[in-house]
């Protein structure tokens, strides 16, 4: 049983580029959580899907984030015109489902965006 | 707003010596709590969590905590740090009005020495 995967691990690009992060969560599991980690911070949550929709995206910074989850698995996190202030770690997290007394979060290893 | 806050974003302690990590948190219902650790460029792993019931739970390594609802608290420890421990650690909590969305601290960085 693989825990939650990301890839890249590491991502560089430069100020104004378009970068996609992807996600692949615990088989079978239905609910799926991104998070953002700055240094020196906790994470911070920007977006979950429950199945295909995304059920609480508040945590968006603005309409340079979107994320997917077309077939109600794998993830991709998309940021457009990226800026210095993006660069941080991305933390995915997958759980069983929704409630809470389902909802304890398995997290993958986050992929380190750094922009130039 | 609901808020976790860790006291200490740094701990240092002796090996063999008592682990005390803070945590307390606003929300005007009882949360669900958690504590992950967090080693060197890998994911969060869960430590312990409070859902309901019993308030003293236990953890993987040799850790606990307490849900203490008078001090909106929820401090880790554990009797006899380890090198291994050496890690940063983030105390997180579903909050009134959150959602599934997880709360998390700022985080502790504990340090462990000889």
């Known amino acids: 049983g693989a825990g939650v995967s990301q890839t890249p691990s590491n991502k560089v690009t430069e100020k104004g580029k378009y970068v996609e992060l992807r996600c692949d969560p615990i088989?079978?599991?239905?609910?799926l959580y991104w998070y953002r980690q700055s240094l020196g911070q906790g994470p911070e949550f920007l977006i979950y899907?429950?199945?295909?929709?995304?059920?609480?995206d508040s945590g968006l910074p603005n309409d340079r984030f979107f994320a997917v989850r077309p077939e109600g698995s794998v993830s991709t996190l998309k940021i457009q015109r990226t800026e210095r202030g993006d660069s941080a770690v991305y933390l995915c997290?997958?759980?069983?489902?929704?409630?809470?007394?389902?909802?304890?979060?398995?997290f993958g290893p986050g992929t380190r965006l750094t922009v130039l | 707003a609901q808020s976790v806050t860790q006291l200490g974003s740094h701990v240092s302690v002796s090996e063999g010596a008592l682990v005390l990590l803070r945590c307390n948190y606003s929300?005007?219902?009882?949360?669900?709590l958690f504590w992950y650790v967090q080693y060197p460029n890998q994911g969060l792993q869960l430590l312990l969590k409070?859902?309901?019931?019993?308030?003293l739970v236990k953890g993987i390594n040799g850790f606990e905590a307490e849900f203490k609802k008078s001090e909106t608290s929820f401090h880790l420890t554990k009797p006899s740090a380890h090198m291994s421990d050496a890690a940063e650690y983030f105390c997180?909590?579903?909050?009134?009005?959150?959602?599934?969305?997880?709360?998390f601290g700022t985080g502790t960085q504990l340090k462990v020495e000889l």
């Open positions: 409070y859902t309901t019931g019993a308030t």
């Open positions: 088989s079978g599991h239905t609910a």
């Open positions: 899907f429950q199945g295909t929709g995304a059920a609480d």
């Open positions: 929300s005007s219902v009882p949360p669900y």
């Open positions: 997290a997958s759980s069983e489902g929704v409630g809470r007394a389902y909802n304890e979060q398995f």
């Open positions: 997180a909590g579903f909050l009134t009005g959150g959602g599934n969305k997880l709360t």
